[in-house]
């Protein structure tokens, strides 16, 4: 049986042909497909480092796969092992105290009309960035008018206008 899949497949090296790249592509879309349906749609969505993390490592390890350059199986299982790894620490994020740690949490970079500069400058946000987002998310180009912003988990910037 192993035999056969090494014939299907190639050997775990860039000595595959065209089309046992293409039966790889095919397999490894397939099995990606099914890892996001295991796991969650978060982890390609514009999130939090934890899922971009993810994200990143499985599209490294499979591309990898496609081309022969890690072995095929181990890599699967692999990339298996981090999406499951993935969905119970967001299972215990949700469920414990511990959910700022594993994904971060929101930093106020006004309140109540005044810049709250240390935290601007902590996380390299510009005056020219808070502008952007307070006319794009707050419907506003006047400062006073911000109850507050912040500095969301996925990187964006939302505001909150005095009502």
């Given at each position: ?10 050997p775990d090296s860039n000595a ?148």
């Amino acid at each position: 049986m192993e035999e056969l899949l090494r014939d299907i497949i190639g050997p775990d090296s860039n000595a595959i042909n065209w089309w046992q790249m293409c039966i790889r592509g095919v397999i490894i879309f397939l099995f990606t497909l099914t890892l996001i349906r295991v796991g969650d749609y978060r982890i390609f969505g514009k999130h939090t480092a934890f899922d971009i993390a993810l994200g990143l490592i499985l599209g490294s390890t499979l591309s990898r796969t496609i081309t022969g350059n890690a072995p095929f199986v181990p890599a699967l299982i692999t990339s298996a092992v981090l999406v499951i790894l993935h969905r119970l620490l967001a299972a215990l994020a949700c469920r414990a105290n511990v959910g700022k740690y594993i994904k971060g949490r929101e930093q106020q970079l006004v309140n109540d009309g005044k810049i709250l500069r240390d935290q601007m400058n902590a996380n390299n946000i510009t005056d020219n960035d808070l502008e952007e987002a307070m006319r794009a998310n707050g419907n506003t180009q006047r400062l006073e008018e911000v109850q507050g912003a912040y500095l969301e988990r996925s990187g964006d910037i939302s505001v909150i206008t005095k009502k």
